[in-house]
């Protein structure tokens, strides 16, 4: 359901890194949340990084929504990138199992498996 890859950058370098190559590929950068800043303003001891990022390729937000518009629940997809005991990692839930556990219609499946293929690629770069 979730995929994740480890990299040996710092966690600047890999949300300079990810922004690059959202964009690269097609896809817009709608927001990012700071989630480890936002928790810290609200005195919670977080101690770790995280920042999400609302990515969406218009073109295929389209699609889904064409189908079935309750789906705009689901978007836009999101990218993480965070650490975890010392470790960066970038991640984000699997395209084709969510969509398939929210759809059973064969159209949503064929593009959830184009943006998860895009998505591959844009952790592969940015680790």
């Known amino acids: 359901m979730y995929y994740t890859v480890e990299t040996k950058k710092t966690f600047d370098e890999a949300v300079t890194d990810l922004e690059q190559t959202v964009k690269a590929n097609g896809f817009g950068v709608l927001h990012i949340h700071n989630l480890g800043a936002t928790l810290r303003s609200k005195g919670i001891n977080f101690t770790e990084e995280c920042k999400v990022f609302e990515v969406c390729n218009p073109g295929q937000a389209f699609k889904v929504l064409s189908v079935d518009m309750r789906l705009n629940m689901a978007l836009p997809c999101r990218i993480s990138v965070y650490t975890e005991n010392g470790n960066v990692k970038i991640g984000y839930i699997e395209p084709i199992k969510m969509l398939g556990a929210l759809s059973n219609d064969a159209s949503l499946i064929e593009i959830a498996?184009?943006?998860?293929?895009?998505?591959?690629?844009?952790?592969t770069d940015a680790s």
Not at 113 to 123: A, D, H, L, P
Request: proline residues 0%; hydrophobic residues 45%.
């Open 113 to 123: 498996k184009e943006v998860e293929s895009s998505m591959i690629k844009m952790v």
